[in-house]
């Protein structure tokens, strides 16, 4: 018989967001933070393996789609989009501070073009990483984009222009929108 | 000197010149022994990246944020890269703040991070205290009765008006089309703090309308301006008026009357013009008031009006100053020319008598002196002496009246 409540542990129709919370009442003793390097041994080890069994290229799209899910998830559930412009950028910034994430600083922000340009100090993902001369925050790339479109209702590619990857000491990402799809 | 020694040396020196001095060249390995060459291509890397940071870190020194990059594995360069990182977002930062934007906030800078936090703070805090303000000021303005508009002092492009003067615009375009030519071409030189605007009505024909402006220089949200407070005075104005022409003249004629005539002479006394007093008598009034009634008595007096009015210049005053007594003050006037036009009155008077066929005869009577610079007579004296200069020609004409 099929359970009619629904949100069994083998209900396929839970979304990203179903997983994120509820952590306190899991993890009572441990509670809700871990340290940077869990998330990175997540995140590093799954680009290995998705690096070779489809290619870097293929890898790079699966975790920047992956970051603009999120990005999309995360602009409805903790961000106001009702906000103008200025006040939703301070609060961006605000929140990846809160949740830790990285220190988030607009060099640039054209209004109407849509063009930005900003920066992730400390950021999660890559701060400390050493220079292997290439970025690796595909993951960003895709977070940022997913807001920036929810946000805007325009079409933003993200490009990380500047990493820890490659010698910098702050991530710097390109924000464009797209013209023509 | 052995080879390990001739090394130190050349490799100390190196180090010396690559640290205190700039565009030094490249060490060649062929300089040292070859056991020194990798010491030397080391040297060399370190000399080119610390080449590579003190130039970048002029750039950013001279607020160069766009110089030439350092290449990407120059660890030396790596802070320099954040402070470019933090000065490009703090000037995106002052841009914003520019531009009106208090909502952002430098986040980990240390004490720079609540220096320009509490700035921005302070100055999101003044605008709104600068808004309420200004809300205020709109409030008062649009109630205060009066029109209040603010120009840019040098364009004079309105700045800003009030409600009562967005109304008028709406409700009087052309007026308000007027108020504003005028005030544009204000100067206060020549017009004063408090001035004065006429205009003729379009919605009455002949009705003048007047506006009291008090100016004031000020600084108007950081520019130059003028502002002008507006005033209709116009009802005031034609209410002065009416009390001036009341004290001003006669009942019956609507002619100036003796108090207006007194202030008149005085005045052009003191001015030492030239002028004619011509007094003028109704002949026999008292007969025809006592024989025919007072209502004969008053037509023949504003026949007499009538005629006067016909027969003197445009700039001469005529004042009834008594009963059966007028007075013509003549600016610029010879005694011929007065006497002339007295005559020709006369003769008119004596024409209607016919024309009207009337049962008593109409004429006058007067008596002219003249004034000019060297008068030493007071208004009283010229008019007694006018006074009886009339008397003489009545007295000379008196047989000819009673034929």
Redesign the interface.
Known sequence: MANIFGNTDNDNSAVLWDYLFNVDEGRKNLGGEMPVIVYRMLEYSMRDVLTSMYGKEKMIEIIRSAGEKTGREFYSRCLDGSLPLNDFLAQVQQKLIDLKIGILRFEKFDEETGHAVLTVSEDLDCSGFPSIGETVCNYDEGFLAGILKAYTKKEYIVVEIDCWGTGERVCRFDAKVVLDK | MSMEQNDTDVLFEYLRKILFERNTPMLSAQEVSPESEKLVNGMNLFHDWLEENFRFANDIAEGNLNGIEP?????LC??L??LR??L??L???TK?VADG?Y???V??LGEFSTAFNTMTMQLKQREAALKEHNALLSHITDNIGEYVAVLDEETRESLYENKALVDMSIEEPRLAEDLRYSISRYDMESSGRSWEISLLSSEEEGRTLYYHVDSFYIDWQGKKAIAHLLRDVTEQKEWESSIEYAANSDALTGLFNRRYCMEMMERYIENKRDFLVCFVDLDKLKYVNDTFGHCHGDEYILTMAAVLKETVRKDDIICRIGGDEFVILMPKCTEKHSKMRMNQARNRLLRLTEEKNLKYPMSLSYGVIACGENNTLSAEEILDESDKEMYLFKQAHRSEWKA
């Open positions: 290449s990407k594995d120059n660890p790596a802070p890269k954040m990182s933090n490009s977002h000037m995106w930062q914003q934007d909502s952002q906030r986040a980990m």
